[in-house]
T-cell receptor, first 114, second 114 residues
Framework: GAVVSQHPSWVICKSGTSVKIECRSL??????MFWYRQFPKQSLMLMAT?????????EQGVEKDKFLINHASLTLSTLTVTSAHPEDSSFYIC??????????FGQGTRLTVV | AQTVTQSQPEMSVQEAETVTLSCTYD???????LFWYKQPPSRQMILVIR??????QNATENRFSVNFQKAAKSFSLKISDSQLGDAAMYFC???????????FGTGTRLKVLA
């Protein structure tokens, strides 16, 4: 199957700083990418949908100014958590979808804000 | 809005036995995709099987098969000859055909007993 690479796998940052997470489709062009957040022992919660070259669409309740999403090319989307606080600590997962395919998931990023 | 329900938070199966995980969904669409994903402790989402709604034949992938009942909006996963490596969280997912968003169920934790 297709490969989606998410980087970093884990990151620790200080409260008040920003952290960027990258999601790359390595062997296909991703027309749409999705960002999820997963709390321990819970399901995936969709945060936003991004299409290449256009603004991301955020789900209700997700702060677009805190979670900045950029999808500048057909193989890369980034999620920046701005002014991170301990409550932003979570597991973040991206997925990427090409034309006519199912979505493929990255390995996830464990963010810890201290 | 579409919803996905997994009513079994946890299931156990003896090694080499068969187990069925339940999933029901609600939608007004006639054409859509359904998926089962496995999430092991590494938290990488792994596609187990997918079903296209317009196909009446149940999908099968080696030891994994589904019982797709479109009228009843039911999509159960059968795992035959269970192996220790099958232990994981299993998520049922529905793909919205317009937005390509995935709606996930709450998950079922499968334990495989040696």
């Amino acid at each position: 199957g297709a490969v989606v690479s998410q980087h970093p796998s884990w990151v620790i940052c200080k409260s008040g700083t920003s952290v960027k997470i990258e999601c790359r489709s390595l062997d296909f062009q991703a027309t749409t990418m999705f960002w999820y957040r997963q709390f321990p022992k819970q399901s995936l919660m969709l945060m936003a949908t991004s299409n290449e070259g256009s603004k991301a669409t955020y789900e209700q309740g997700v702060e677009k100014d805190k979670f900045l999403i950029n999808h500048a090319s057909l193989t890369l989307s980034t999620l920046t958590v701005t002014s991170a606080h301990p409550e932003d600590s979570s597991f973040y997962i991206c997925s990427a979808k090409g034309a006519g395919t199912e979505a493929f998931f990255g390995q996830g990023t464990r963010l810890t804000v201290v | 809005a579409q919803t996905v329900t997994q009513s079994q938070p946890e299931m156990s199966v003896q090694e080499a036995e068969t187990v069925t995980l339940s999933c029901t969904y609600d939608t007004s669409e006639s054409d859509y995709y359904l998926f089962w994903y496995k999430q092991p402790p590494s938290r990488q989402m792994i596609l187990v099987i997918r079903q296209e709604a317009y196909k009446q034949q149940n999908a099968t992938e080696n030891r994994f098969s589904v019982n797709f009942q479109k009228a009843a909006k039911s999509f159960s996963l059968k795992i035959s000859d269970s192996q220790l490596g099958d232990a994981a969280m299993y998520f049922c997912a529905y793909e919205d055909s317009g937005t390509y968003k995935y709606i996930f169920g709450t998950g079922t934790r499968l334990k495989v007993l040696a």
